[in-house]
């Protein structure tokens, strides 16, 4: 399976929110060969779309000749996308956000009707193509936090997608805290691997990733002790 994964930390490897891509990558390593691209957001040169609708019109050729055309046929050549980035005022960090709108070469101006809403109409075949967010973030809580992003993403992803969300996501650049952050990482593996095998992770294991690793108070006092 090629798989590529869209870094959207300006951290680049350092990412706290990559430690949870990585053992993603790793489960499905174990069920079977992947063939993995990771490409840093931050490095490309991606240029701001300046809503001309040229792409639409025109069989999806922006106007800009920046690294986003090769960013295109890297999406097309894929058959899984994994968007890895920190969570930035509830959304995505903007240079992520700058390489999701030059995404509209992909879709022409005309519309559909696709059950309850309109959607444009592609200019490029991505029907087997299946989306992963994984989305770290640095207060404890979930509620209230990552709603908004969670929406955007299902909105421009409502076929297949899958959504890890993970909070107090700094423990894992955090060597003091791998009492539980390894085993949070063990759990992210088997979600990996689950994914490789049927497209899905199991709700009950999602659940389990996707709460705090440490009581909210307790990481609150941790991380207001060291300020
Ligand atoms: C500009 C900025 C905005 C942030 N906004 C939020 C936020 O809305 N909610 C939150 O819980 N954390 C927020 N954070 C914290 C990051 O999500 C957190 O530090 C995360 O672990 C960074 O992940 P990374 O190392 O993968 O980049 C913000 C951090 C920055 C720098």
Redesign the pocket.
Known sequence: MKITVFNG???RE?????HVTRAFLQGMAEQAEQDVEIINVIDSHIEYCTGCFTCMHNGGTCIYDDDMRGLLEKVLASDVLIF???????GM?APLKAFFDRILPLSSMAMQKVGDRYEHVGQADFSRLRYVMIC????PNSRH?FEGMVAQFNLMFPGENTVITV?E??MF?APEAAVVTVPRLELVKKAGKDYSEKGSIDEELLREICSPMIPEEQYAAIVNAGV
């Not at 890895?84 to 509830?90: E, V």
Request: a positive charge.
């Open positions: 930390s300006p951290k350092k990412s706290d929110t990559m890895s980035f920190p969570l930035y005022c509830y960090p770290g973030c640095g207060f936090n909070p996501s700094p650049n």
